[in-house]
């Protein structure tokens, strides 16, 4: 009975897996603060992919950690980078696995910040350009969807304006649009070497504290051109989630951060707290508070739970 009047039910299709990208080959590094979570090279994340797939799970999120990182972020925007890399050899041995790319400088500079730095600060318009020309090598490789997840002002509008003069007038934008400054993005920053090596993201990533600037950011970017947005932290932010889906009819992802997952295993792996229940009662709130697709860790283990 209690299955006939559910309200909320998961679904794999709806689930994104993150995954980072390392160069070499046969590598398969784990993630210390993130178990079993883990860096791999090419080859090694395409055999992940095969399993992603017959699991049902709706996609791929890609992070790539470049061979060397500079001032420019070089590394972000080249076709020879590695995620560009890592979406060719996906996308030719599964051509219908769902590839999304994070559209970011962080992993690909000297310094650890989203963009270039000027007078000590992020160059929010000096930035734009990086940002569309990695969301067009990206389509270039064969990504389905780009997700810039750095919060620029007016990136939206720029790398729709990039994609379609490239001919990627099919290539959807999924907007991080209400991304906020999060200590939750901790363990993260271990797996993407992206942590800033001087002050913090607060300048362009938005105070936990604001819930209608929020709505404002997701709204500019919506009119900005983007397809799909996203709420980010999603456990902490679930207010977030329920309003952006009461304003909004487009789809509307959450992430459920690298800290918000490694609470839970972590707490498990103490025995404080059950997993399996923890996990699947954590993604349920976060659909139940309106999110269509979720960006999780535990992609894996809930489909083959929901399987
Ligand atoms: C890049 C980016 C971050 C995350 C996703 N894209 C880190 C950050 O903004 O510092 C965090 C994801 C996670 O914590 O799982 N800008």
Redesign the pocket.
Known sequence: MRRLVRETRLDPANFIL?LFVVPGEGIHRPIGSMPPQAQMSIDVTVQECREIESLGIGGVML?GLPESKDEQASGAYDDQGIVQRAVRAIKRELPNLLVVT?V?N??YTSHGH?GLIVDGDVDNDATLAWLAKAAVSHARAGADIVAP??MMDGRVDAIRTALDAGGFQKIPILS?AA?FASA??G???EA?D?APQFGD?RSY?MDPANAREAMREIELDLEEGADMIMV??AGPYLDIIHEARQRFDVPLAA?Q???E?SMIMAAAANGWIDLERTMMESLTSIKRAGADIILT?FAKPAAKLLG
Do not use: W
């Open positions: 993150p992070f994070d970011c962080c992993e989203c997840s750095d991080y991304k939750f993005y363990p993260f920053r993407a992206s993201r990533q980010k932290p992430y951060v690298s800290g997952y860790y």
